[in-house]
């Protein structure tokens, strides 16, 4: 029976070089010197702090920059809130969304459904989806419609099977 996967991923290696390369800009331009700022990359936490709001603001357009310089999508990496830090500077930590969680999940399955195609099948493992079909074209279909809707992560679909 065909089938294919769904799934959220995200080149951690990718990540890393992005994070490197917006370092490397922040030490090297003019108006970062002398501010504090950093950018570090901890697990699947992007940690950004900088002197001034203004400063943080502009790392992350960097940081950004340099993500989907690297093909990272930007849908994958959710902001927190700014926080005050010590001396009077500001930190904010991304989080790297990896995997599809339960309501998410649930979400994508429920939509799978209502498309209305006659023999689909979807079930979740773990942090992605199994979708079945007796025929490769409705499994297509599937993938076009979920490409076509934003769910808020990024969705790949891996073996495809038949």
């Known amino acids: 029976m065909p089938s294919f996967d769904v799934v959220s991923e995200v080149d951690l290696q990718e990540v890393r070089n992005a994070v490197d390369q917006a370092q490397r800009e922040v030490t090297n331009r003019f108006d970062f010197k002398n501010t504090g700022t950093e950018v570090e990359l901890a697990g699947h936490e992007i940690h950004l ?16 920059e340099k993500l989907v310089k690297r093909q990272v999508p930007l849908k994958a990496v959710a902001y927190g809130n700014v926080e005050d830090a010590a001396k ?22 429920k939509f ?3 498309i209305g195609i006659k023999g689909v ?3 979740i493992q773990g942090d992605q989806l199994r979708v079945q ?9 599937v993938i076009a419609a979920l490409k076509q809707e934003d769910f808020g ?10």
């Open 49 to 64: 702090h900088s002197s001034t709001e203004d400063r943080l603001k502009a790392l992350v357009q960097v940081l950004e």
């Open 112 to 114: 799978i459904k209502s």
């Open 88 to 109: 009077g500077s500001v930190r904010q930590t991304a989080t790297l969304n990896v995997g599809i969680d339960d309501p998410r999940s649930r979400e994508i399955n």
């Open 133 to 141: 079909s007796k025929k490769r074209d409705d499994l297509q279909q």
């Open 153 to 162: 992560i990024p969705l790949q679909f891996k073996n495809l099977r038949d």
């Open 121 to 123: 099948s979807s079930q």
